[in-house]
């Protein structure tokens, strides 16, 4: 009877202490593995391990993320894999790893179709939310999404209109197809090369001229070559901060609407200092002997009378049709009040 009773006790013990065994049990930490292209030492790199650091203080340390910058996790079409296989857990991409998520973004790179800043962020202020939902639709959930400045022709000589381009065989690197298909469209020379064989490519003469943003050109030293820009924006580039959606959910729900909140935050420190980054590098570069050519409203016009020749060809192929009638739509109403 004794041994009964002292058992019948300890159960109930046991039962009256699991709870608190069970709150006194450290809480499950989840780590998120953040893939970047962004060598770490620039200021967006920084800006991702600032964004570690919020992480980490929002969610008490219950949810780490660990960048892995400078590229080691290989191309962005790699990284998707990865993604995809919950190798890596989330992960900085540009407009072109983007578009393999939602074919819609790549619209806005449709050469010479949104032309400056001001048209760009009345854009973005209709249709951001749709790149969203399709990303959130898919197997991905969307952190952010940051503006990178635009993109430039570099070129050996001065391009001011389509037929001088035209002269030249123009660089293209393998991720981006769509953009060397509508250049090819529009009649130009393209050659496709390898982003980290351009250089070699425009010493050697295979090139002649590249578009790239001026963050990259500097970047990769092509103005030492290519040492004419030409003024005008062939086209805006985004940048992305996405999870694979499996990442998404297994963050515990109290801390989801935080990491958004912290998260954008940061992504606008990052756009703002991208802005910068882009403005620095072209006025570096024209101390190393870049020059600008200054294209004229009369010139402009050439390059938009050019592609509008071809975007019926592009439509349904190259790029979204219903993205690009809808932003058609907002930059003419946005033209027409200026």
């Not at 002292?6 to 499950?28: E, G, K, S, Y």
């Not at 983007?98 to 973005?124: Q, Y």
């Not at 985004?238 to 963050?251: D, F, R």
């Amino acid at each position: 009877m004794l041994k009964k009773t002292c058992f019948t006790l300890a159960f109930a013990a046991v039962l009256l202490l699991a709870p608190q065994l069970h709150a006194q049990r450290p809480p499950r930490k989840t780590t998120i593995k953040l893939a970047s292209m962004v060598p770490e030492n620039t200021e967006w790199g920084q800006a991702l391990n600032k964004l570690a650091a919020e992480w980490s203080r929002v969610t008490n340390g219950e949810v780490a993320l660990q960048v892995y910058a400078n590229g080691t996790q290989g191309s962005e079409d790699a990284v998707l894999q990865k993604l995809n296989m919950n190798t890596i857990q989330a992960a900085v991409l540009t407009s072109f790893g983007l578009n393999k998520i939602a074919p819609e973004i790549l619209t806005l790179s449709c050469p010479f179709f949104v032309r400056n800043d001001a048209e760009l962020t009345e854009v973005l202020k209709h249709v951001k939310g749709d790149f969203e939902a399709t990303i959130n639709s898919q197997n991905y959930f969307s952190l952010a999404l940051v503006r990178g400045g635009w993109v430039k022709f570099f070129s050996r000589t001065p391009v001011f209109v389509p037929s001088d381009l035209k002269r030249q065989k123009v660089g293209s690197i393998p991720s981006e197809p769509e953009l060397a298909q509508a250049f090819r469209t529009m009649g130009y020379q393209v050659v496709m090369v390898d982003q980290n064989r351009t250089l070699i490519a425009l010493r050697g003469g295979s090139i002649d001229a590249v578009y790239q943003s001026p963050i990259a050109a500097a970047g990769f030293q092509f103005f030492g070559v290519a040492k004419n820009m030409a003024s005008i924006n062939i086209a805006p580039f985004m940048g992305g901060i996405v999870l694979n959606k499996h990442a998404w959910e297994s963050i515990p729900a109290r801390y989801r609407g935080e990491l958004i909140r912290v998260t954008q935050k940061v992504a606008a420190e990052i756009e703002v200092s991208l802005l910068k980054l882009e403005t620095d590098a072209i006025r570096q570069m024209r101390g190393y002997g870049l020059t600008e050519n200054q294209i004229s409203p009369r010139q402009q016009q050439e390059w938009y009378d050019d592609v509008d020749r071809v975007i019926p060809s592009l439509l349904g192929t190259t790029f979204n049709r219903a993205m690009y009638s809808k932003i058609d739509g907002i930059l003419k109403a946005y033209r027409s009040r200026q």
